[in-house]
T-cell receptor, first 111, second 117 residues
């Protein structure tokens, strides 16, 4: 059973609008969460992370929100740009254990 | 070159072939990883090496054999694979392995797209 789930396989957003990518997890012991972005023919690259002691982390146009009670995190991209079109992977870990990845969400930003 | 380099980018092999995937990292990291990504599935951790020592084998079949001669190079030797082994194989590195990648960003290569016929 998957411990990290990205229930939306794909998302399409208009340029300039907000993109919201969601991720749910089942393991309440997870204490660190990351988002990776992957372009075609390239490996995933680290985007942003958040520790369980926080509920928000912001880096430019990217903000990650963590709701521990709901075991849910989301990535907000504002404003969305065509270059943001990629596959976004959510990942989580419990200290001392390996990263667990979600299956990814394909984001398409239309110009 | 910088970052993590994987060769070949694409590989087609028969079930009786023997081939090897190569990974090299130029980041001075101590930990290296092999991941498998099948279509529409999460990345699956296969192996972890920390300071050249294998620290994690995630119940991977013996037809996959890793080799880590030094902290900069990682190989994945393949033999008698099955069609269901067709996937994208990603190499990654991180500064250290603390039993997991907690607080450790992974740096990935571009992957080898493997097709087993």
């Amino acid at each position: 059973d998957q411990q990290v789930k990205q229930n939306s396989p794909s998302l399409s957003v208009q340029e300039g609008r907000i993109s919201i990518l969601n991720c749910d997890y089942t393991n309440s012991m997870f204490d660190y969460f990351l988002w990776y972005k992957k372009y075609p023919a390239e490996g995933p690259t680290f985007l942003i992370s958040i520790s369980s002691i926080k509920d928000k982390n912001e880096d430019g146009r990217f903000t990650v929100f963590l709701n521990k009670s709901a075991k849910h995190l989301s990535l907000h991209i504002v404003p969305s740009q065509p270059g943001d079109s990629a596959v976004y992977f959510c990942a989580a870990s419990e200290y001392g254990n390996k990263l667990v990845f979600g299956a990814g969400t394909i984001l398409r930003v239309k110009s | 070159e910088t970052g993590v380099t994987q060769t070949p980018r694409h590989l087609v092999m028969g079930m009786t072939n023997k081939k090897s995937l190569k990974c090299e990292q130029h980041l001075g990291h101590n930990a290296m990883y092999w991941y498998k990504q099948s279509a529409k599935k999460p990345l699956e951790l296969m192996f972890v090496y920390n300071f050249k020592e294998q620290t994690e084998n995630n119940s991977v079949p013996s037809r996959f054999s890793p080799e880590c001669p030094n902290s900069s190079h990682l190989f994945l030797h393949l033999h008698t694979l099955q069609p269901e082994d067709s996937a994208l194989y990603l190499c990654a590195s991180s500064q250290d392995w603390n039993g997991g990648a907690t607080n450790e960003k992974l740096f990935f290569g571009s992957g080898t797209q493997l097709s087993v016929l």
